[in-house]
């Protein structure tokens, strides 16, 4: 009996990322167009659903590498590995089970703690942003930067850092949304603190430094990922132009509070 070894996945990890993201996208659409799900269950079947898909997806086409899930347990396995796949099914399960069009699927690659690979899909908006993108030509900047922020628990020091650079806020829903309207020339700044996971900004984080876009924590130092606790609790996503005053607005706020 020959033995035929499994066929070897040919695409590059920009596109499995884009292809699980847009996977992902269209169950997601198809669970919340009318009649697809009861209100009652939509949330929860959107976290599920679009994990298993997910998880089926990367592992068939990277069976050696390791997977972070916001919707799986971690056993802490990952943190020997180079090659992390650190993914949010669902990120704004709030949005989407308001049917809004601010939610978004997350597919990261984290290499060697490097947020290498990133494919951010918006299925309300039939968009998808990746690492593999040409990078956009930005318009001028605008006479007042726009900012963005959550808009149910914008942090205070979100709010001091936008009056001290004198900032527009727009409020907006997740975080892969936010990220991406930076990316798409919607706004210049995003910044957040007050709380985030590895799996809800690597896949934003890999898109935006890929486009052009400064990234870092808010304190300047680099985003690293595939830690041993996910927790990840700061970031800056913004246009080159503005990282030096909003990282200064940011540590004139610090001691202010101390």
Sequence with gaps: MTNIAPAVDQRTDDQVARDVALAAAALLRDLGAPGGCPDADLRARGDSEANTLILDL????????????????????RCAARRVWIVDPLDGTREFGERRDDWAVHIGLAIDGAPAVGAVALPALDKVFTTDDSAPA?????????????????HAMVNAVAHAIDAELVPMGSAGAKAMAVVAGDAEIYLHAGGQYEWDNCAPVAVAAAAGLHTSRIDGAALVYNCRDPLLPDLLICRPEYAATVLAAVAAWVPARE
Aim: hydrophobic share 45%; glycine share 2%.
């Design 138 to 154: 930005f318009a001028a900047l605008p006479a007042r930067p726009r900012m963005l922020v959550s808009r149910s628990r914008a």
């Design 58 to 77: 990367l592992r068939a086409a990277r069976p050696d590498d390791f997977i972070l899930s916001e919707e799986s347990h971690d056993d802490g396995a």
